[in-house]
Structures are given as structure tokens and as C-alpha cells.
């Protein structure tokens, strides 16, 4: 077969979409054509060279993508992310090309086979935007896939996230909508959908929004309201766990207030995220020990197949004054299983906070948080 120059040709997968060929392999650098491309050519194996395609060069006339530095699989900047508007009564609804990290959900043993997302604006009597985010998917697990479980049970998957971000509004993206699955559902194809309402009475431009779809091993919600111009807590992270077999790291933290413009409430938004750490299996095992008062077991491989929790998240808000005002805790959905070959995981483990709380039942406004990782929360 006759090697062609590296160059834009039709995907031999996604119809329409065009993919850089790099003279020996498929990238992951992506984009539709622009009006009057060439037609589409052959369709040619995944695994093989675009000899029989139809290459669009580098040329001026056509936009390029520049090259990704992630596994997630991006819609390029250079091209229009949202596929359709409708305007119909005043009510506009677009639909908004999905990113999605291919990476991270294989890794946890899911495939999104299919996925689609509207943002819908409606206006009220006075004037003022409503929207809301509808998805709906399909997606397969594979739990032979599922290599490094941050579970004891195999019962219910890691959770799908989706998360939505408009840069006009605010800097900080918001986790809209998990989905899971547990027992006869992980063994046929999933079909998944939910609506959230998009909580800003301001108004954007639907082509501003970018939604993106992630998995991690553990994960804790419930915030659904973007934090549009909020203020950042000053926040100390103090880690005060004295165990070496598992540990927590915190990568980012970000701790707000802000005012709601829908109904001018004010609302807080816990923002953290980070890894899962394991550390020798002597250590995991002492830490099982140590918490199973009942077992006493004194040989590893007679105590096999156990697990071990996660360390926990403790929040302490301070006022100006440094007084105590307010307390919230997480607890993280996961644990380290050692199974019946004696083996840990062998990857770090990844999770995501994107939790509310209340301020207006604090006794003063909080200008500081103290996020502390402790070895158990009840």
C-alpha cells in the first residue's frame, strides 16, 4: 500500500468528520469540513492509512485544529460546536456537540456508544431567561475493562458525570447530572437521560456552553447552580490522617459564595479534587486490622479478600474574625480492595466534590475554610 503525506482526511469511523493522518497513524486532532470540501472518499479500514481517502491538505482555506494534549476527545475549537437552533415562540433551543473523555471512562470499564445534549432558553412574563440542560446517551460496560476497582463490590459501577461551563458566566464549570448502574443493568447496553435547569437569569449565547462527559472512581454532588461572580474563601488544606496504607491528595480546592440572580439567595459551592493514593500492601492490611476490631486474622493470605475506606473530608468555615460559623462533611464513595491474590490496585484513583452548602445557616458570612482530611467521618 502506497503511504500517503500526512494531511486532513475523512474518519474512517465517524461519517463527516474529518481526522490528521500523521504519514503512519490516526490522531486524535479532529474537526468538520468547511463548505466545499471534496466528497466523501472510500471508507477504509480503522487500523490502515488513508491510501483510498480524499485528503484535504493544509491550505489556508481550511481551519485546523492543533494538536490535543489529552485523551479527551475535544470538538476542535476551529469548528462549530453547536449542530442545530430552533426558535420557535421565543424559545430557542440548540444542540451542543458533547466532549467526551474516552480515557478516563474506559479505564472504569464504560464505553459511551452514543450521546446528545440540548440547551434549552425560555422567557418568563417580566422578560427574564430560563434554561436547562437535557442529555440523554447510551453506553456499554465492560467489566473486564474494569481493571483497578476502587470498590469491595463489582455491583455498581463508577459514575458517569456530566458537567457544564459557559466562560462568559463564570470560570468554574458545575457537575449537572451522574449516572450509575448496578447488578443485570452493567450486562446490556444502558440507555441514560436526565434534564437539570441551567440556574442563571442571565442571558449568554448558547454557543458558549460546553458540556463535557467523565468518570471517576468516586464522586459527590449536589451542586446545580453555575457560580456566576462568586467569591473565593481562602482555603487551607490540613491533612490529618495518620495511616500510610491509603491516602487522600487534594489537587484543587475552591470554596465560594456567591448570589444567585434568579432569586437572590445566596448559595456555597465546595469545589475539590484530587487522588486516591495506596501504599504497601503490610500497610493496607494494617489499616484493615485496625478497623475490623473482630477479625484476627494474623496471616495476610487468610484474610484475603478484604477492603479498606477511603479517608474522609471534614470543611470548617471561619468567619473575619476567625470564629467558628459553620461545618460540613464528605464522606467519598470509594474503597482500596485487596482480592484473593493478595492484589492493590495498580493506579492512583481519581474523585470529584462538587457539593452545595447553605451559608444562610451559618451565624456570620465565611471569608475562610479549613479542609481537612481525617481518617473517618460518621
Not at 490535543?68 to 469548528?79: D, G, M, Y
Not at 450521546?115 to 467489566?143: C, K, M, Q, Y
Request: net charge negative.
Amino acid at each position: 500500500m502506497n503511504q500517503l503525506a500526512a494531511g486532513w482526511y475523512f474518519d474512517p469511523t465517524v461519517a463527516g468528520l474529518l481526522r490528521w493522518w500523521d504519514g503512519k497513524n490516526w490522531t486524535q486532532d479532529t474537526q468538520f469540513p468547511i463548505p466545499q470540501v471534496p466528497p466523501v472518499g472510500p471508507r477504509i479500514a480503522s487500523d490502515a492509512g488513508p491510501a483510498d481517502a480524499v485528503s484535504l491538505q493544509r491550505e489556508d482555506s481550511v481551519p485546523l485544529a492543533g494538536p490535543l494534549e489529552s485523551s479527551v476527545e475535544l470538538a476542535s475549537p476551529t469548528r462549530p460546536r453547536t449542530v442545530r437552533k430552533i426558535d420557535e415562540n421565543g424559545k430557542r433551543t440548540t444542540e451542543i456537540l458533547v466532549d467526551i473523555n474516552r480515557d478516563a471512562l474506559s479505564k472504569r470499564g464504560w464505553e459511551v456508544l452514543e450521546i446528545r445534549a440540548r440547551v434549552t432558553t425560555e422567557f418568563d412574563d417580566g422578560g427574564s431567561p430560563f434554561h436547562e440542560v437535557n442529555l440523554f446517551g447510551t453506553a456499554r460496560f465492560n467489566p473486564l475493562g474494569w481493571v483497578d476497582c476502587f470498590r469491595f463490590s463489582r455491583e455498581l459501577s463508577a459514575p458517569i458525570v456530566v458537567t457544564i461551563s459557559s466562560r462568559s458566566l463564570s470560570e468554574f464549570d458545575i457537575s449537572l447530572l451522574a449516572f450509575f448502574a448496578s447488578g443485570e443493568d452493567l450486562l446490556k447496553p444502558i440507555r441514560f437521560s436526565g434534564s437539570r435547569p441551567f440556574d442563571t437569569r442571565s442571558s449568554f449565547d448558547h454557543d458558549d456552553v460546553f458540556i463535557t462527559v467523565a468518570c471517576f472512581d468516586a464522586y459527590e454532588g449536589g451542586a446545580f447552580r453555575l457560580p456566576t461572580q462568586p467569591v473565593k474563601l481562602d482555603v487551607e488544606i490540613v491533612d490529618e490522617t495518620g495511616r500510610k496504607g491509603v491516602s487522600l491528595r487534594i489537587d484543587s480546592a475552591d470554596v465560594l459564595a456567591f448570589r444567585a440572580v434568579s432569586d437572590g439567595v445566596e448559595y456555597g459551592n465546595i469545589k475539590l479534587s484530587g487522588t486516591i493514593l495506596v501504599g504497601k500492601l503490610s500497610d493496607v492490611w494494617a489499616m484493615f486490622r485496625d478497623a475490623d476490631w473482630i477479625h484476627d486474622e494474623k496471616r495476610l493470605d487468610a484474610s484475603v479478600p478484604f477492603c479498606v475506606s477511603v479517608p474522609s473530608i471534614a470543611i470548617e468555615f471561619f468567619d473575619e474574625t476567625g470564629f467558628l460559623v459553620g461545618q460540613e462533611q464528605v464522606r467519598l464513595s470509594a474503597e482500596v480492595p485487596v482480592d484473593s491474590d493478595c492484589r492493590l490496585p495498580s493506579r492512583v484513583g481519581e474523585w470529584l466534590v462538587d457539593s452545595a452548602f447553605d451559608p444562610s445557616e451559618f451565624s456570620a458570612p465565611p471569608t475562610r475554610a479549613v479542609v481537612r482530611i481525617v481518617d473517618f467521618v460518621a
